[in-house]
């Protein structure tokens, strides 16, 4: 048994073995559709005519993840640890909006529940090379968390300045309804996305626009800057080498002598 | 009392001690409440149907920063330098507007100077360890505001021609009803934002706007280049030094000795 | 006759006579000529009004591209393989859609493959010295593509996630008819293309669509700091040689001595 | 007379004397004036109700550049030298228009010639201190013209596609009525300018849309990273070493050794 139990492990849990991989490919497909039959169910025309094919299509999948679900529960040395663990929790939400719908017929606000299933894919990923890639980024990314949460925080500051600003002079005829409808309109136009759902009407209110767009121009070189630095010399900041001599620590990675004392430092291992 | 006084002064000014602490945690949720009263006042069913709470609030938020006001002027050693420094102004400016408003009902224009009250946060946050991050892009923007002057001075002249060209290509009968119109559509163009409020109707405007767009396409990527080569390499400017010892000439300016062989190398002047 | 073989070789195939070149020059102009004439055709007053001058233009350019067709078939060593080749299925492409139009009348659809004549350009550019600009350009790309598909990974699970958010805000009545048209607004806003075909109504909607905005800032940053620093530093990824001499670790993938004290380092196996 | 001459070519050509540094403020701010009056000319109300007030003030500033045109003339030494050269045709073309406009009343067309008149700030500002920091971003952007180059090239090929394809998906009924027009869309969105004065109205002309933009993310950041490259490493492409050992010759600028055969290799001066 216990041979047994370790091999379907192995299977379900791992992806070395040829057929632990297979597994990740079916599952990973059945997910994508899962995912797509949740886009589909939204659209009214499909909604209407296929209405049985993808409540069947819907049951099936819901029974392939239900089995799954239970066989995790039982294959892992520690159940409870699985099911309160994040991937466990996604395991159960997959399944359980499918199951309440069937006391609850029109609970429209479940499709975001299922459109979670799509997490899954990051476990099955989790295992491939490309999980490298990624790493790395989202290192770049924290890494620079303390300058972009400085810079967002700036970004939020100006765009209410230039919002309520904007809002005193284009007023609520030409769409600045309010303050908060002013800040909307800054920060669809300081990032550049500039739907024109409204847009500045007086001459002195594209005037403004026109200073805030330039603005935005070396404004958004900023975050790009921070994450470019971050990706190009990534290690920086962990660096963690100190002067024997005059313990001054902020050495540069291809630092072999001290710049302040100029004796030996030890190279990274 | 000179005690009371230092106490006082330490838990209002600074931020090292517990009280000290919870004070700017408490002023900071005080002004933040108050921006988004300001704002939500500005909201034309929020402002008809909450008009008394509203009010009420406001005096009570108006009743703490005055209060904080007074005991600012009281408590610090040199109270004229405090009340004409920016802080003291700003602070001024936050408490002002709500009395003048007794007299003056409807004085619309004054919700823009309470919205000054944000950049008190900017005091607190002054304190905080994310100032050094902030500090840091604050110098590369600072280092790089020549190079971002000419480019913004050459993205000017830049849009002035075109929104000339493209005033006499499309002409009124398309929204291109003036010159400074023309210009205004050029920045929205060549900095990506695109509105569509006015856009090219003939074919040789649309064959221009193209050209315009692509050339955008490069020009975006100067303000990016220019900050984040700041970001990268902030200290390396102008640094002309070269080892004696090993002839590397890539040093820091803060550098002393040579962090390639050890020698000493010749500070700047 | 071999010889007059390998003189029109040179001439048609490489760039190195001015002969050769010429003949590029010519077909380049004939290439550009025949693409610009599939775009005109397109356009409706001119398809209505010079039908007849299209029509022969169309044929001369045929005319010359099956003699040219044929010319390579017989001066190349290898006919089979130059017609199964890339480019001689391009240039197969490239004549037979006339043809087939001789036949079939009214066969729009053609037009989308004599514009792949465009493809033809390359063959001649293929010969230029700006070439080696393209490959860096390309090399770059290429080496980031692990990098770049995670992004783009995670960028599709966020639009998802998103626009199905999105779809249950907005509902049907403002424009977001399904969760694929969410997920087509979440990627014209996340992109900060903002068509403002399809904009939040709601003022939950435009909360969540602001934040979504400040997001892309961070986001857009993402892809720019992964080919700029492969643009910058091409070759360090993954060389982890380390001089023995002087220990300095920033060695290009082709070094073979190190070039800060000239010692032997070890090439990668 | 050679002396009052040379001073007043000091003062006229030169900025190192305050007479020098007055004149050309003075003239800066004439410049400025008379480019403003040219934009405010076309908007039509001003036109209609300053229509005198505009003629007059035309007339002086005209006034003072023909003085300063034949100034020029008087006191350079080589006059046609002069007449003919960049600066010579654009102070003629910022005079000639208004003479003209005596004789053609309502020749509508010559704002565009008098708006040339903003290009003599250039002549200024070349002696100012800002130009080092234009002529860094010259060069940064002449340096990766090549790159930049071949970039667009691809750009178009890309977008001639695009909009080839778009336009046989969405047709002439969603807007996309020749392959031009599908061209200026691909541009449009490309380039994340977006408009919305044509939007695929398609589901499967939304998904190829959609697909456009995420491609769009990954081709921003090449000019970005071309010309931040450039910024960051200015120097490495001027580098015209070779090794006197084995004729290598793509050394880095800081390169002492020879990378392939580790022979010296003579720093640059």
Same sequence: chains 1, 2, 3, 4.
Wanted: glycine share 6%; charged share 15%; proline share 4%.
């Amino acid at each position: 048994m216990s041979r047994t139990r370790q091999k379907l492990y192995e299977i379900i849990f791992e992806a070395d073995t040829p057929t632990g991989k297979l597994f990740d490919v079916v599952l990973l497909f059945v997910i994508l559709l899962s995912v797509a039959l949740v886009m589909l169910e939204s659209v009214p025309f499909i909604r209407q005519d296929y209405r049985t094919h993808l409540h069947i299509l819907e049951w099936i999948i819901t029974g392939i993840f239900t089995a799954e679900y239970f066989l995790r529960i039982l294959i892992v040395r520690k159940p409870f640890q699985y099911i309160f663990s994040f991937y466990g929790i996604i395991d159960f939400l997959s399944v359980i909006p499918t199951y309440i719908g069937l006391f609850l017929v029109g609970s429209h606000s479940l499709v975001v529940i299922r459109i979670l299933r799509m997490l899954r894919i990051f476990r099955i990923l989790k295992l491939s090379r490309y999980t490298q890639a990624g790493r790395s980024l989202v290192r770049a990314l924290w890494a620079s968390r303390e300058k972009i949460s400085v810079f967002i925080f700036f970004v939020i500051v100006l765009v209410i300045v230039i919002g309520t600003v904007m809002y005193l002079i284009e007023g609520e005829a030409n769409g600045f309804t309010s303050i908060p409808r002013g800040i909307y309109w800054a920060i669809v136009t300081l990032t550049t996305v500039g739907y024109g759902d409204i847009s500045p009407q007086t001459s002195l209110g594209q005037f403004m626009a026109s200073i805030v767009m330039i603005m935005g121009y070396a404004i958004i070189a900023v975050p790009t800057g921070i994450v470019t630095a971050e990706i190009i010399n990534p290690s920086r900041r962990d660096n963690t080498q100190v002067c024997p001599q005059c313990l001054w620590h902020h050495h540069d990675d291809d630092a072999v002598y001290c710049k302040k004392c100029g004796a030996k430092i030890n190279p990274p291992a």
